[in-house]
């Protein structure tokens, strides 16, 4: 038997119907035997009923960085599944799917887009196939050796459920199960990985984890015995003995409970309110009884109350921040502009979406670049950065607390969907070398102080409650914090607020800023920033193998922008050779590259269906980009 | 013995126009707080944008002068942050009911130990004479091109239904008595509002200081009792309160409408869920230690087991 190096599969089903705790099982038992694995979770606004899928890759020898097609395997929960995704699978694949469902038809889900049912009305008719689950089946199986793995799940289940007398309205429940069971089958992986899974996905409820364990063990021998393991993984080559399992939201709250967070507002967005739930899980930090410290997770009334009260908690010392998506930014950003003016440290956690307006809620974008980097009126300095990867956001967690206090100015972590709902395994974090710097914070003073002590470049920090009697104001003031208009004071307070972002541009190391990814002699060059660093990495190798020579530059921080650095690796490409890869259709980082570097980056890959760039089509908008082609338009993915 | 008003004074010019009801405002609050014998440094006064709220400017005490509207979402930071603060937010009707109404009354479901001075002087003073949300339909004030189209807000019956566990009204220019109500207020625990119904000399010619004289007079000259000692009373004292509320017109009452002393405030709430809240709240924890996080690999580890698979 031929083993494979890597797998490639999707799980689809209606939302609601369990999708996820397929995946969080599929995920565990995966890295439970090592394998590294990341997961893209595509799904609508919506509640119950809506098609929702996860498309995963799981790879023997690496983490993988990227989601790609074809898929080897599709685990479909209902028909609507199949329909959706026939057409992403590999000659040679499999197709999990629900015997009982053989005659449902095209014509009547409801819950499709009818742009698609007409799309595919088309190609079915083009076909000669009737529009049933069955002709198309058969239609894959015959054309491209899809093996048709036809299982008929309300029968297996309910013949378990009268095994140990489970009410039959529970049944469809474990519709997820039967789906994890054949594909961890077709996949070869152990059952001892298997258990664990489940053991992990359910704790404590000590029922369900049997019922589970039934039947996934029935489906899985079933499957087993019947196929012969057709996808088996090879044995992983990875060698850690532990590894997390984390979603991008996940990992940003560990980054912000380590970095010290003890005040967290937000008001419920998708895709950024999961991590305020994970910080409120854990707002007790004990360890064996021991309390560590206490975060208060506030829910407020909107996002301008978010953005105000972590700005107020901030004013006593603590560290604080919000987490928003694009709607609720829009929200905050008069509140931003007073953080700005009062030099507070406040972050803000902000997980693109599609936009505009409410936009494409649950999918993904890069479109807010500019806006994180110009929202509000006047002038005021603001760092702003954006993470790679889940390990990458992490950190940057904690940095950006870092630079906030360092440089008393907001701090904007500018991420998107993509990571925040993408589940993956990542390294346990390494905090040996982690540094908690609070800048100039004065804990005990007397009387009245100047906040805004202009004979600094960057003031001491007098926090509210720690005996200083200090003044605060929107308005244009003076040292101590009243208004004050005077043309001098103007300019000098002023000029000195502006210059503490020169300031950070001159101490935070630009190699900290921008990344040089590849080949030092290459001749193509990838620029990008956020999640598309994954697919960018995998695509260098890729073309590599395909004898081309590409790198690819990583951005970091947007400001201060590392503009030295970043020209010095420009410079060294031909101009038609250096390619933006971004999903947004301005090109955003471009722009920014252009103002802060001269560099005019000619040619761009962009995509913003709000699904991710797929190694697969990135790999070949970069070869049309190298055939002439000045900028390529990418559409993969339902 | 009570701190003498002066020390509270700044040295910043009071800019408002001669004869402004918010003078007596602030004469009353410099009272209130030296008879409180409010320590400066533990004291914070968070203000909106409007005439009324560059009061902080005024006190010394830390001032914290925000954004228009938004003085209790920023109150609310720094009160959760560090409990031990004495927070006052002063902002103007427009402010406070008009763009930052939805605040009012989030803090109110949260009964925060926080005082609000509601500056009422039915206009937008600072941007010259507009209609405030509580001045009623069909006037029309002196700045007005035409007759105010909308309807008033009811400051003390909204407050009642937001969940304000103090609620009362003042007049500016009674500063004895607005005294004693804002050291009522401060003392509270738990939110507390006061309305203050504040003259503008400049664009309100209607709501006078004469008009005010003949129609105001003391809850308490009455047989009333806002105060509820029993949570069995919650209900009759609400609904007294209520109908007082909507005592306008001809006589105006002022003084407490309601207080419920005995409310758990949103800061015992989080001390129920952390149970080292007070002693250790968000401003005073120790998050590092010599600049490293008190979270090394082990506690991580152990914090986040339940997202650690450990291999075959
Ligand atoms: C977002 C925003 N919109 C509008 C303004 C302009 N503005 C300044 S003060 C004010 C109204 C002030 O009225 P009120 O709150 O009643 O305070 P007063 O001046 O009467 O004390 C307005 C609308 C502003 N500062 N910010
Ligand atoms: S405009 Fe009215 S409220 Fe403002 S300072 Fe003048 S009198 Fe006072
Ligand atoms: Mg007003």
């Avoid at chain 1, 054309?143 to 459920?161: D, F, G, Q």
């Avoid at chain 1, 499957?223 to 080559?237: E, H, I, M």
């Avoid at chain 1, 540094?435 to 805004?452: M, Q, S, Y």
Wanted: proline share 5%; with cysteine.
């Amino acid at each position: 038997m031929n083993m494979r190096k890597e797998v490639s599969l999707i799980v689809g089903g209606p939302q609601g119907a369990g999708l996820e705790t397929t995946a969080q099982l599929l995920t565990a038992s995966l890295a439970r035997m090592r394998y590294g694995v990341i997961s893209d979770r595509e799904y609508f606004s919506n509640i119950v009923g809506r098609h929702s899928y996860i498309h995963l890759r799981a790879s023997s020898e690496e983490i993988p960085r990227s989601l790609t097609y074809p898929i080897q395997i599709i685990g479909a929960m209902d028909h609507e599944t199949v329909f959706t995704h026939f057409g992403d699978i590999e000659a040679g694949g499999a197709i999990v799917y629900d015997l009982s469902t053989e005659d449902k038809s095209l014509d009547n889900i409801p819950s499709m887009e009818k742009d698609l049912t007409s799309r595919l009305r088309q190609l079915f008719s083009s076909l000669g196939l009737d529009g049933s689950i069955r002709g198309l089946i058969r239609h894959v199986s015959s054309e491209m050796k899809v093996l048709p793995v036809a299982l008929n799940y309300p029968e297996l289940i309910m013949r378990i459920a009268e095994k140990i007398s489970l009410p039959a309205a529970q049944a469809p429940r474990y519709v997820s199960a039967v789906v994890y069971g054949a594909i961890a089958a077709l996949l070869g992986l152990s059952f001892n990985g298997i258990d664990y899974a489940i053991k992990m996905r359910f704790r404590e409820r000590g029922d369900i984890v049997s019922i589970n364990r039934m039947i996934v063990g029935e489906v899985y021998q079933m499957v087993k015995d019947k196929y012969d393991l057709p996808f088996s993984l090879q044995p992983s080559g990875l060698d850690h003995s532990e590894i997390m399992v984390v979603s991008g939201n996940d990992s940003i709250a560990m980054g912000k409970i380590v970095a010290g967070l003890r005040f967290q507002s937000y008001y419920p967005i998708t895709p950024a309110a999961d991590e305020s739930f994970t910080l409120e899980a854990n707002e007790r930090i004990s360890v064996e009884g021991v309390d560590l410290g206490a975060i208060t997770v506030l829910q407020t009334e909107d996002e301008i109350a978010a953005m105000a009260s972590a700005i107020g908690a901030a004013l006593t010392g603590a560290r604080a921040a919000t987490c928003t998506s694009g709607p609720g930014f829009s929200l905050m950003v008069e509140g931003l502009g007073w953080a700005g003016m009062n030099e507070v440290p406040v972050v803000v956690t902000y997980y693109q979406r599609g936009g505009p307006s409410t936009g494409q809620p649950t999918r993904g974008s890069q479109s807010d670049l500019l806006f994180a980097l110009h929202a509000s009126h006047g002038e005021f300095p603001r760092i702003v950065i954006t993470s790679g990867d889940h390990l990458e956001a992490f950190y940057d967690s904690i940095e950006a607390f870092n630079l906030a206090e360092r440089y008393q100015m907001p701090v904007i972590h500018l991420l998107d969907k993509f990571l925040a709902n993408s589940i993956a395994t990542m390294p346990l974090p390494k905090l040996d070398h982690v540094r908690i710097e609070r800048g100039k914070l004065v804990k005990e003073a007397v009387g009245e102080r100047k906040r805004f002590d202009s004979s600094y470049p960057i003031p001491p920090r007098y926090l509210l409650g720690s005996g200083a009697i200090t003044y605060h104001a929107g308005d244009e003031h003076d040292e101590m914090g009243h208004i004050d208009e005077d043309p001098e004071n103007r300019e000098k307070i002023y000029r000195r607020r502006m210059e503490k972002l020169r300031l950070a541009d001159e101490e935070v190391p630009e190699e900290k800023r921008v990344f040089y990814y590849g080949d030092e002699a290459a001749e193509v060059l990838l620029v990008g920033w956020g999640f598309v660093k994954g697919v960018a990495l995998d695509a260098i190798e890729e073309l590599k193998r395909d004898g081309i020579r590409a790198a690819y530059m990583h951005l970091k921080f947007f400001s201060p922008f590392p503009s030295r650095f970043a020209k010095k690796m420009l410079e060294k490409f031909e101009a038609g050779k250096v390619i933006s890869v971004e999903h947004n259709y301005l090109a955003q980082a471009a722009v920014v590259v252009k103002i802060h570097t001269d560099v005019k980056i000619e040619r761009n890959i962009v995509k913003y269906t709000g699904r991710p760039i797929y190694l697969s089509e990135l790999v070949g908008a970069v070869k049309k980009i190298l055939g002439g082609e000045r900028r390529v338009v990418l559409t993969h993915g339902p | 013995m009570a701190r003498s008003p002066l020390e509270y004074r700044t040295d910043v010019w009071v800019d408002w126009c001669p004869g402004c009801g918010n003078f007596g405002i602030l004469a009353a609050m410099y009272k209130a707080l030296g008879e409180l014998r409010l320590p400066p440094d533990k004291t914070v006064i968070v203000s909106g944008i409007g005439c009324s709220s560059k009061t902080p400017h005024f006190i010394k005490v830390n001032g914290v002068h925000t954004l228009h509207g938004r003085a209790i979402p920023f109150a609310l930071g720094i009160k959760l942050a560090n409990p031990e603060l004495t927070v006052i937010v002063n902002g103007g009707d427009g402010d406070l009911l008009g763009i930052g109404v939805g605040h009012l009354v989030a803090l109110g479901r949260r009964n925060l130990d926080i005082t609000v001075l509601l500056h009422d002087n039915r206009v937008y003073g600072l941007t010259k004479g507009q209609a405030s949300p509580t001045l009623d339909r069909g006037l029309r004030p002196k700045a007005l091109p035409k007759p105010n189209i909308h309807d008033a807000v009811n400051p003390i019956a909204l407050a009642l239904a937001s969940g304000f566990t103090f609620v009362a009204r003042g007049y500016a220019l009674m500063a004895e008595h607005l005294k004693e109500l804002i050291k009522m207020a401060v003392r509270h625990r738990g939110a507390a509002i006061i309305d203050i119904l504040q003259p503008c000399v400049t664009y309100n010619n209607i709501h006078t200081a004469e008009y005010y004289q003949r129609r105001i007079y003391r809850l308490e000259e009455g047989v009333w009792d806002p105060v509820v000692r029993d949570p069995a009373e919650r209900r009759e004292k609400m609904l007294n309160a209520f109908s007082k509320a909507f005592e306008d017109g001809d006589k105006i009452p002022i003084g407490v409408f309601y207080q419920d002393p005995a409310r758990d405030t949103m800061v015992d709430r989080f001390a129920e869920r952390l149970p080292k809240y007070l002693e250790s709240p968000p401003a005073h924890q120790k998050i590092e230690d010599e600049g490293r996080p008190i979270i090394d690999g082990e506690i991580f580890r152990k914090i986040f087991s339940n997202y650690v698979v450990e291999t075959e």
